[in-house]
């Protein structure tokens, strides 16, 4: 079964990405075929049946989107795998958000067009330090290149594990404890948060705005 999975070839549509970035010196994934090509070569490309194509981030318009992902549906016999983001979730409750937004409506337009198979990933580290304090819904690099091994998931895959990380002390924690009380008196408006984002932001932290409601919401269901 090893040696049948390797045959067919993985193609990774996103050469240019911070994922792949990441991924193409991964011990894992040396010596089985791989082909990295950017978006704007999509058109030309000579996909082979069987090929599994990974799609990684591609823009933060869902009109720009969709059409890369309507050239990709014209492919006959591929699988197309469509990374997605843990963040999504947060569209249950708000569209105010565009990352997330964008990514959901690329998300449905995976399945809708190409008959995707999903892949959800957090936030994305080679070591954990890199994660922000507090508790993240995050994927490591390796757990993602085991994932591209593997035989496509028939359903939709939450490949991210809710990690705790330190603050930096005290103040960043009781920060981090009223963000969050502000953050459940905003109800169903959180990007009233917005100007607040953008100081915390400013000062380094990391853990505001839709990755802390996201992983909030992930917490109350994992």
């Not at 040396?30 to 990295?36: E, F, Q, R, S």
Request: hydrophobic residues 45%.
């Amino acid at each position: 079964m090893s040696e049948q999975r390797h045959a067919q070839r993985l193609v990774i549509l996103g050469r240019n990405s911070k994922v792949w970035m990441a991924l193409k010196e991964f011990p894992t994934l040396a010596g089985i075929p791989v082909v990295a090509i950017g978006h704007a070569e999509l058109k030309g490309f000579d996909f082979l049946p069987g090929d599994n194509v990974w799609v990684l981030s591609y823009s933060r318009s869902a009109d720009e989107n969709r059409a890369l992902l309507e050239i990709l549906a014209l492919q006959p016999n591929i699988n197309v795998i469509y990374v997605s983001s843990a963040s999504t979730n947060v569209t249950t409750l708000t569209r105010c958000y565009n990352y997330p937004s964008v990514k959901q409506q690329a998300r449905e337009d995976a399945v809708r067009l190409c008959a995707a198979r999903v892949i959800n990933i957090g936030w994305f580290y080679s070591d954990i330090s890199e994660l922000p304090a507090g508790r993240t819904a995050a994927t490591s690099v390796g757990e993602l290149a085991a994932a591209m091994l593997a035989e496509p998931a028939a359903d939709d895959v939450n490949l991210f594990k809710m990690i705790d990380r330190p603050f930096s002390g005290a103040m960043e924690h009781a920060l981090y404890r009223l963000y969050g009380a502000l953050l459940g008196a905003s109800g169903r408006f959180p990007c009233l948060l917005r100007p607040l984002d953008l100081v915390l932001r400013t000062v380094g932290l990391r853990w505001y705005g839709y990755l802390y409601l996201s992983n909030r919401l992930w917490s109350s269901t994992i």
